[in-house]
């Protein structure tokens, strides 16, 4: 099973580095053709507005619609999120407009800029390891899409269907359950597709 890793800005070795340890092959994609040889997709932190403006330049948003609309899984973290994400909060436009979520950037303000946690994920069985970095919130969900983790009663992760999303950078730690996840996830779109 081959995942990849949307690779114009952000962390992108070191989400391939926790795909490696679900099993799976992790492939930095730079051209939209190289879609086509992965199941399922990461689209990694960075800052949005840069991995926004690289996607329309290199005519990523066209195509990764369509592989979302294969059903092919794709996981959005932090800024990744962001680009993932139907609305913003404020003026701001957004970018794939995909998953039914509302965002708020920098949402956790100076004082928080930067901190590591602890989480509980609905359907991972013990706490994980969370670091966040000028990290967005999700402010609002649509009726399909499920809560996965709340942090202070904000949502910092949340799925929907082949969708998955996180406000935090998961491939900065050791702890790659959330990649197993995401990996499952892909996992069983391919036995659904065949
Ligand atoms: N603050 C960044 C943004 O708005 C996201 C930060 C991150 O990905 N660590 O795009």
Known sequence: MRIGVL?????????????????AQGLPIKRVEELDGVEGLIIPGGESTTIGKLMRKYGFIEAIREFSGQGKPIFGTCAGMIVLAKRMAGDEAGHLELMDITVARNAFGRQRESFECDLEIKGIADPVRAVFIRAPLIEEVGPDVEVLTLYKDEIVTARQGHLLACSFHPELTDDYRLHQYFADMVEDSMTANL
């Open 7 to 23: 690779a114009l800005q952000g962390a992108v070795t070191e989400h391939i580095a926790s795909i490696e340890k679900t099993g």
